[in-house]
């Protein structure tokens, strides 16, 4: 078996694993496995830096630097940005929409699971992982499932569909730990919300791989959208 085959095999459910890991030694510093859920953030943040961490060996091991994959193609930059402007008008509604449907159909009521997730915590925590969580989450993320482990998958995989669709259920399945809240609803509304948008991303960087630093802006952006919803909650 290749040797690169085995780092993919390992980093596919290595972040759903670290979020629950994560979550565990909060509950245990807390006392409470019911409030560990609501530093989920934390909980991200943390495995970010473990799979940037080891995505730097893995590329170190295959001769590569792995900071190489967030560099522009400057031979195509305004066709490529023109591409991934065109792209950007389906991700709204494609990230947002199965959110609020999720919801509506497992509790009808859109506020539900928002107010699962998003409960205050020390604002001291929040103005750290303000900077902390968009950062290593552009970095950490999608370098794993579409940077590191599907480039792998594609080159030892005789049907190359494969190579897109593992690493799309595994980034959507993550969610299902970020929090882990032992509720059949939830989990089923977290493995579900973002594998649209985990489809659209995998098929498109499978395709235009030079896409890649684009996309992993926007989900810093993104991201950091999130922590600026958790830092206005924590503010009361």
């Not at 080891?54 to 091991?61: N, P, Q, R, T």
């Not at 295959?62 to 195509?76: A, V």
């Not at 948008?197 to 098929?203: D, E, K, Y």
Request: charged share 15%; glycine share 4%; proline share 7%.
């Amino acid at each position: 078996m290749s040797s690169k085959i085995l780092p993919s095999i390992f980093l596919l459910p290595s972040r759903l694993l670290l979020f629950l890991i994560f979550q565990l030694f909060i509950a245990l510093f807390l006392n409470s496995f019911e409030q560990s859920a609501k530093y989920w953030i934390l909980s991200a943040s943390v495995t970010n830096v473990l799979s940037i961490t080891a995505l730097i060996y893995v590329f170190k091991l295959d001769g590569l630097r792995f900071f190489d994959l967030f560099s522009f193609d400057k031979t195509s930059v305004k066709k490529d940005i023109l591409i991934f402007l065109g792209i950007t008008l389906v991700c709204g509604p494609i990230v947002f929409l199965p959110n609020y449907y999720l919801s509506i159909w497992l509790w009808g009521d859109s506020a539900i699971p928002y107010n699962m997730m998003f409960k205050p915590i020390p604002l001291p925590m929040v103005y750290v992982l303000l900077i902390l969580f968009p950062i290593t989450i552009a970095f950490g993320e999608l370098a794993t499932y579409f940077g590191y482990i599907m480039p792998v998958l594609k080159e030892h995989l005789k049907r190359k569909w494969l190579a897109v669709l593992f690493p799309v259920i595994f980034l959507s399945a993550q969610h299902c730990t970020l929090p882990f809240i032992p509720d059949l609803k939830f989990l089923l509304y977290r493995l579900l919300m973002y594998f649209p948008f985990a489809c659209l991303i995998g098929i498109t960087l499978y395709k235009r791989p030079r896409l890649f630093p684009y996309f992993a802006i926007m989900h810093g952006l993104l991201d950091f959208g999130t922590a600026l919803v958790l830092l206005e909650i924590s503010k009361g």
